[in-house]
């Protein structure tokens, strides 16, 4: 059975960059069937797609972060990871690591960490 | 950005009712929808893909419909489990949208 787990700091100050770790486990993340995605949910809010990896190392952001966002993969270790620069109060959420098909629907989902964003 | 827009916001209903929840794109995204359940503090889960289509392990109350711009998500006969938010997803765009979500109750 395929699980996604999260890890990294669960407390980020204002301006600096939070950093999350995927670690994937029970299949390849360099599977040529899937993508692996951050996703982001303000507390009592709805979801934000944020971006997504292929193993290759091809990336895909949503433009609204783009300019803030870095996802990068370690195909040994079978992690993927997130990096959002800048960040704000805005910027608190649950986020969550998934895996994407390839008809873009998120079948697997980590269990979520919150990242609170603190002045 | 595609617009993803639920309806009811918010759905009060009983054990053994037939729900529908309804969403609609701002453009015509074929049949690239998708459909999840989330409970408090958990994470969502995937119902419905491909706007019809069963995930596995998904009881087969649930059942989805629609392409273009209209869908509908329907559980035929609500159990107490099924109390959570919905919301739908299209996959159309790379930029992938969630609806903002129907959180159904129990009345």
């Known amino acids: 059975q395929l699980q996604l787990q999260e890890s990294g700091p669960g407390l980020v100050k204002a301006s600096e960059t939070l950093s999350l770790i995927c670690t994937v486990s029970?299949?390849?993340?360099?599977?040529?069937?899937?993508?692996w995605d951050w996703i982001r949910q303000p507390p009592g809010k709805g979801l934000e797609w944020i971006g997504g990896i292929y193993y290759s190392g091809s990336t895909y952001y949503n433009p609204s972060l783009k300019s803030r966002v870095t996802i990068s993969v370690d195909t040994s270790k079978n992690q993927f990871s997130l990096n959002l620069s800048s960040v704000t109060a805005a910027d608190t959420a649950v986020h969550y690591c998934?895996?994407?098909?390839?008809?873009?629907?998120?079948?697997?989902w980590g269990q979520g960490t919150l990242v609170i964003v603190s002045s | 950005d595609i617009q993803m827009t639920q309806s009811p916001s918010s759905l009060s209903a009983s054990v053994g009712d037939r729900v529908t929840i309804t969403c609609r794109a701002s453009?015509?995204?074929?049949?690239?929808l998708n459909w999840y359940q989330q409970k408090p503090g958990k994470a969502p889960r995937l119902l419905i893909y491909a706007a019809s289509s069963l995930q596995s392990g998904v009881p087969s109350r649930f059942s989805g419909s629609g392409s273009r711009t209209d869908f509908t998500l329907t559980i035929s006969s609500l159990q107490p489990e099924d109390f959570a938010t919905y919301y739908c997803?299209?996959?159309?765009?790379?930029?992938?949208?969630f609806g903002q979500g129907t959180k159904l109750e129990i009345k």
């Open positions: 997803q299209q996959s159309y765009s790379i930029l992938y949208t």
């Open positions: 453009q015509s995204i074929s049949s690239y």
């Open positions: 029970g299949g390849s993340i360099s599977s040529d069937t899937y993508y």
């Open positions: 998934v895996r994407r098909g390839a008809n873009g629907h998120f079948d697997y």
